[in-house]
């Protein structure tokens, strides 16, 4: 049984030589990138494009990764830069909130089809609706936190702003998203009666 090596000792192999190892990289990390470029871009193929961009990028500038913070904090910054020039470069059409096949999307690609999680599936469901409808900047702070599971800090290191100002946009994003998942909810409990 082959011990699960950490991130510093992949990228040590891979600048060495050794690809494979720079595949297992790849593979820890794809699908948080891929979810988080979803966010931003609200579509499959877009965000599939996204991930594929950052993983070369963070290829080509392996050896420039200095271990002042984690790996994912740095990969997810090159997510958050490479998604935003990838949204300013199309000038992606805003879609309605109420765009369901984004939101399939996203629960397809996260968690497949499970029919003994219907209540979990709904729930997830109002939740990507509600963060859907969020900003850019709320969606990534929310994203990064809970999904990424990323400190104050390392948010803060990952959009290049003050651990202040991310505890402040964090509070301030929950507010909006509470607000939108209880207005989506009251909606949908009017249609049910």
Excluded: P
Aim: one cysteine or more; proline letters at 0%; aromatic letters at 10%.
């Amino acid at each position: 049984m082959q011990k699960k090596l950490s991130d510093i000792d992949l990228i040590k192999q891979t600048l060495a030589g050794n690809q494979a190892a720079y595949a297992d990289l790849v593979k820890e990390h794809q699908r948080f990138v891929f979810t988080l470029a979803m966010r931003f871009t609200k579509s499959r193929e877009d965000a599939e494009e996204v991930a594929q961009d950052c993983f070369i990028k963070a290829y080509r500038s392996l050896a420039t990764f200095k271990q002042e913070s984690k790996f994912s904090t740095w990969l997810y910054s090159i997510v958050y830069t490479t998604a935003m020039t990838s949204l300013r470069k199309k000038r992606v059409d805003t879609s309605s909130i109420d765009d369901e096949e984004t939101y399939i999307q996203i629960e397809n690609v996260s968690s497949g089809f499970d029919t003994n999680n219907i209540e979990n599936k709904s729930r997830s469901f109002y939740l990507n609706q509600a963060i859907g409808q969020l900003t850019a900047d709320d969606t990534t702070i929310i994203t990064l936190f809970y999904k990424g599971e990323q400190s104050l800090e390392e948010i803060a290191q990952t959009l290049g702003i003050e651990a202040n100002s991310v505890k402040v946009k964090l509070f301030r994003a929950r507010q909006r998203l509470k607000e939108k998942l209880e207005r989506n909810l009251k909606h949908e409990v009017k249609e049910l009666i």
